[in-house]
Each structure stands twice: as C-alpha cells, then as structure tokens.
C-alpha cells in the first residue's frame, strides 16, 4: 500500500485519476472537490472564425454548443477584409483598404453574420464576445486566438469567394498561435456531438501535445482510439498502449489499433480511410512542419489532412 501523498501507478479500487491519495503528508485528510479537477480540463474562452460562406452556420452551432458544453465565454471573430490582400509570408503583409461601397457592403454582411451569432448564443445562454478587427486576415486572427483557449476555424475551400483565411493562413494559425485549432470541413454535415474520437499517434512531441490540448474533448466522448501506423523499422512494445495507460490516469477509456503502413499510400491517406471506417466525429493529431519556414510548410500528413478532410481535425504543435 501507497504511503500517504504517494503518488501510484492507479487507484483503480477508488476511481481516483493518477491515484493520488487523499492525504497530506502528515496525515490529516483533505477534501478534493470534483468541479476543481473538472474545470481544470475545460475550455474557458473558445473563439470562432465566423465569414460569410454557406458553411458558416454549422462551424457556429458547433461553436456554441462546445461553449455551453464547457460553460465557456465564446467569442465570434469576423474579420473586415480589405479589397485587396497582398501577403507575403506570416509576418509581412501589405493591405489596402476598402472603398466607400466596398465598407457599406462588408458593414452589411457583417451586421447579419452578427444577428446569428447573438441570437444563437443568447438562446442557450451562452456568454459571448462580438468581435470585428481590420486589416490583414492572419495577423487579426492570430491575435485573437492568443486570448482563447481554443480556436474554431473552417477548412479552406479553394472554390468558396467568401472564404476569409486561405490554406497559408490556416497554416500560420497552426503553427504560430499558441493554441489548438479545431477546423471545420465545408462539404460534409457535421456530427450532433464529438462522441467518437479517433488520436493519430506516432510517439512524436506534437502528437503528445495535440493529445493534452485536446483532454477536455477526451473527457466529453463516449469512444476514443489511439491509431498507430505501423512502420518497417518500428520494432518492440507500442507505444499506444502507454499513452491509453496515460489517459486512464485522466479517467478515459482508450482502444489501440496498430495498422500497417503501406507503401504505395501516405500516412495521411490512411488516416482519412481510418477515420471514416470508425465513423470517426474527431481527428486528434499533431501538426508538422519542415524546415526553418516550417509555419508556411506543412507536412504531407497534415496538408493532406486539411485538403481532403471529412470529418473535424484537432490539431496543435
């Protein structure tokens, strides 16, 4: 038996995550409220992109009920886009702004993206946040995901003219904003709740981090699977299990899977038939990059991942 304040493999008689005893180390016992350990694993300001596309209403409810589910402040982010957008790179941009007409009919597509967004989270009484910076697209958004805890954004659709991030910018949000980004594909209904996740692991320092900025959505789903692609020089114990061995301690219930790698198929490929023959309603992976550009560069998985997409992608680096 564990001395008192003895940290254990697994209080598995008592439940209690990590089985950290309840007691000081002189002895005396002290209570641990539940709602301390729960609120510590919850998103408490969740900002959405929020644009004029047709896609834009279920990228909101999804918003709002992930705000109401974790009792979160959420913050509804509409960029005002200049007419014309030059970027160069992450951090060098030059932006023109927009004529008298052009204002009056952003203004106006404003004001309705805005009625939606209030209305929708006043009806579950959700606290919220409108927002509406100028100027270049990335940097507003990065800015304001640095005061949340999770960013909501959509998948960028090359064939959508009101998209307001492209596939650049979404990338620089991934790698240089601080925060996990959950992306919204554009061309699928979305699922009721994120109930049935599936982690793509492959024992790297971004998948570690994508998995603990993702707990509070681990907690709150019914199913996860740790996907581990099986590769020629991977040799010895996997090291799934000892994540599942990790989330246990978080009291959550984790299957493995080990696939074997094919060659003639990339890992992102495998991950998007994975995903949809688990019915997966989240993809949990880390975010990788190359070279010292890495923020403009994405990985072949990633980039993969957010082309072709079908089901929502949590990603974090």
């Not at 996990?180 to 049935?196: A, C, F, Q, S, Y």
């Not at 570690?208 to 019914?222: F, Y």
Request: proline share 5%.
């Amino acid at each position: 038996m564990a001395a008192a304040g003895e940290i254990t493999a697994l209080d598995t008689d008592h439940g209690k995550p990590c089985g950290i005893s309840d007691h000081s180390t002189d002895g005396q016992s002290f209570a641990r409220p539940a709602q301390v350990t729960r609120s510590a694993m919850l998103y408490k300001n969740i900002c959405v992109h929020l644009d004029d596309s047709p896609h834009c209403q279920q990228r909101l409810a999804l918003a709002v009920k992930l705000a109401a589910q974790h009792d979160a402040r959420l913050t509804g982010l509409y960029i005002v886009p200049p007419v014309r957008e030059v970027v160069f790179a992450a951090d060098m941009a030059v932006a023109l702004p927009p004529g008298p007409s052009g204002a009056g009919h952003m203004a106006q597509h404003e004001a309705s993206v805005k009625e939606r967004f209030i209305a929708q989270c006043e009806r579950v009484d959700v606290r919220h946040t409108w927002i509406t910076p100028e100027g270049i697209a990335v940097q507003a958004a990065l800015r304001a995901a640095r005061n949340a805890d999770l960013l909501i954004a959509r998948q960028y659709d090359p064939d959508d003219t009101h998209a307001g991030l492209d596939l650049n910018a979404l990338e620089t949000l991934v790698f240089s904003s601080g925060v996990p980004v959950l992306i919204v594909p554009t061309r699928v209904t979305l699922p009721e709740h994120l109930d049935r996740v599936l982690i793509a692991w492959n024992d790297s320092r971004e998948a570690r981090r994508a998995v603990t900025d993702a707990l509070p959505l681990l907690l709150c789903a019914s199913a996860v699977t740790i996907l581990e692609i099986n590769r020629p020089e991977m040799t010895g114990e996997s090291s799934a299990d000892g994540l599942a061995g990790l989330l246990a301690c978080h009291q959550i219930t984790a299957q493995t899977s080990r696939f074997d790698e094919d060659t003639d198929s990339s890992d992102g490929v495998l991950l998007l038939s994975q995903a949809e023959e688990l019915k997966a309603d989240l993809v949990v992976m880390g975010a990788y990059g190359h070279g010292r550009l890495r923020e403009l560069m994405l990985g072949g998985v990633t980039r993969t991942m957010l082309r072709y997409m079908t089901t929502p992608i949590f990603v974090s680096h």
